[in-house]
């Protein structure tokens, strides 16, 4: 049976992967990589070495010019310039919030004719002790989520695996964080014997990463491998708002953390406030999360509720939570909502949500309440949309 992203009539995936004119070899797989080579002439023998080659000056060095890579005849670093580039998408804006929360605006080049070109964000939310860095995996996004900024924005496309990818090249670079480089002094990093300045991702920024599950499937091959960006899939989330069909699969096919935007406990207000209920209702949802695979005390679900004062916010409401979760190792992340321009809602009072939280911790679940990051900035969860559609916008008026 085919994907369901492959049959979402909404979304509409990236074209080839090899589009005429120099291209990037940054973000591509190690088949992608062996591919390219291939194409110009480097002979098969020599393919698994070149390959590592670049991995290595790609992925963990952060290598900008193939004149870098010094391992590398000059020879081979011409034919490689030749034909291709070690571009980045363009960081066309950087916002850093008073908290040291970072938002960048990723304009990504066109993908193939029909493509414009678009716009994602990118958030980066810095710690003591690690840094997380939330990655969007569509362009705008087709849940509709009533609560969520994001969901205002309507979905433009898939991003393909190399997209995916290229926005924790980004991340490293803006921040320092590769080998060798001097990280910025306009804000707060985490620092410590062995901590990288990005040590957690997850895929909460824009889109639903399960309409999008083979380009996702694929990025995190190349951000897990110990060669290169080396994460740990346990510090890797996939946040999904209840593809169910694509949950089991997600943990045969990547092995990641996962996470589960709930928000409700009944389906007559999920439906509202995650109208993708509709088709998967919570029953179906939380048995797909009871079959993930790997799951246990240490690799527990996490589930995201955000507190919207009185709409999911009750004691009863609180106790329900815990019913539903029965037998499901699982953390409940309680999160303050973020205000977004234009929304009908308000967060729950302060009491509320510790008075739900306490409901909940008392059951047995670790249910910390998330500090709002980069709110000032529009940083925060539900708060993510890009430029595009305003660009598109102008582009019609000048048009005209």
């Known amino acids: 049976m085919a994907s369901l992203h492959q049959m979402e009539p909404a979304s509409r995936d990236a074209g080839p992967v090899f589009a005429a004119g120099p291209m990037t070899l940054v973000g591509l797989t190690r088949d992608e990589l062996a591919e390219a080579l291939r194409a110009i002439g480097i002979a098969e023998r020599e393919l698994r070495m070149r390959v590592a080659q670049l991995w290595h000056w790609i992925y963990f060095r952060g290598a900008t010019e193939f004149d870098q890579m010094l391992n590398v005849s000059k020879s081979q670093r011409l034919l490689l310039s030749d034909h291709f580039t070690l571009a980045r998408p363009e960081v066309t804006s950087e916002q850093i919030s008073t908290d040291g929360t970072r938002k960048w605006l990723i304009r990504m080049p066109p993908v193939d004719a029909r493509d414009k070109g678009a ?16 990655v969007s995996s569509q362009v705008g996004c087709t849940l509709t989520c009533t609560f969520c900024h994001t969901g205002t924005q309507k979905l433009v496309r898939n991003l393909t695996s190399r997209e995916i990818v290229q926005q924790l090249v980004v991340a490293r670079h803006q921040i320092g964080d590769f080998p060798g480089q001097t990280p910025p002094d306009n804000g707060f990093l985490p620092s410590g014997e ?18 999008n599950f083979d380009n996702v499937g694929a990025a995190i091959d190349v951000l897990s491998d110990g060669d290169g960006l080396s994460l740990s899939k346990r510090r890797i989330t996939v946040s999904t708002s209840g593809v169910v069909p694509e949950i089991p699969p997600l943990g045969e ?25 509709k088709k998967y209702p919570i029953r179906d949802l939380l048995d797909a999360c009871r079959a993930y695979p790997g799951l246990s005390n240490a690799r527990r679900i996490t589930f995201e509720y955000v507190m919207l004062k009185g709409v999911n916010d009750s004691p009863a409401e609180a ?3 815990v ?11 309680l999160i303050p909502f973020n205000p977004w321009p234009g929304t009908k809602y308000e967060c729950s009072d302060w009491d509320t949500i510790e008075k739900f939280s306490d409901i909940v911790f008392n059951a047995g679940y670790a249910s910390p309440v998330r500090t709002p990051r980069g709110r000032d900035i529009l940083a925060a969860c539900g708060q993510l949309k890009s430029e ?12 005209e």
Do not use: Q, W
Request: glycine share 8%; proline share 5%.
């Open 194 to 211: 062995g901590v990288r300045a990005v040590s957690n991702i997850v895929f909460m920024g824009m889109g639903e990463p399960l309409f």
């Open 119 to 134: 716009e994602i964000e990118c958030v980066y939310i810095p710690e003591s002790d690690r840094g997380t860095l939330c």
């Open 319 to 321: 106790r329900e939570l």
């Open 323 to 333: 019913r539903l979760l029965k037998g499901i190792p699982a953390k409940i992340n």
């Open 253 to 277: 096919r990547a092995g990641t953390m996962l996470a589960i935007s709930l928000h409700a406990v009944r389906d007559d207000l999920r439906d509202t406030l995650v109208p993708l209920n």
């Open 388 to 399: 595009t559609e305003k660009v598109r916008a102008r582009a019609r008026m000048m048009g």
